[in-house]
């Protein structure tokens, strides 16, 4: 098969080629109204998950989110850095030490909510009502923290 029919061929019909497009649109959708809080749409989202979850470790936060402990690493610092998360030390022992929203990470999701509504309104006018249903019910169906192999 020629290198030119299989570039067809991916260009076409890969998926994940396609997901990573509207992703990034989406993301700067998300981006440019979070802004004007320090905040962009990755941490925005990490943080969520964390107020969500409760208290985590890193390890559950990183299985929860698809992300290796390096790129959790790496997000995790500015959250931390800014103070809108914050490492407890266990109440178990051990060198377990859950990440927690802090108080600045609550005024944060409180002060960013409407910037957030309006990403959200944007994001669902794109892909209109069977868009974002789909979306919905892909991403309410992934099996939690695993990788398809």
């Keep these: 098969m020629a290198v030119a029919s299989i570039v067809g061929e991916i260009a ?18 998300y981006d440019h109204e979070l802004r004007p809080h320090g905040v962009n749409a990755p941490q925005f989202s990490l943080l969520v998950l964390i107020a969500k979850l409760g208290g985590a470790t890193r390890a559950e936060i990183g299985r929860a989110n698809y992300q290796d402990r390096s790129t959790l ?11 809108w998360v914050e490492a407890k030390v266990s ?17 944060l999701l409180a002060s960013a909510a409407p910037a957030w509504r309006s990403a959200q309104a944007k994001a669902q006018a794109l892909l209109g009502a069977e868009g974002v249903s789909a979306v919905l ?13």
């Design 12 to 29: 076409q019909n890969c998926l994940m080629t396609r997901t990573r497009r509207i992703s990034r649109f989406i993301t700067n959708i």
């Design 73 to 83: 690493t790496r997000n995790l610092a500015l959250l931390l850095a800014e103070g």
């Design 91 to 107: 109440e178990i022992g051990g060198r377990s030490r859950p990440i927690v929203l802090s108080q600045a990470g609550r005024g």
């Design 137 to 149: 019910d892909v991403a309410d169906s992934l099996p939690l923290g695993e990788v398809v192999e």
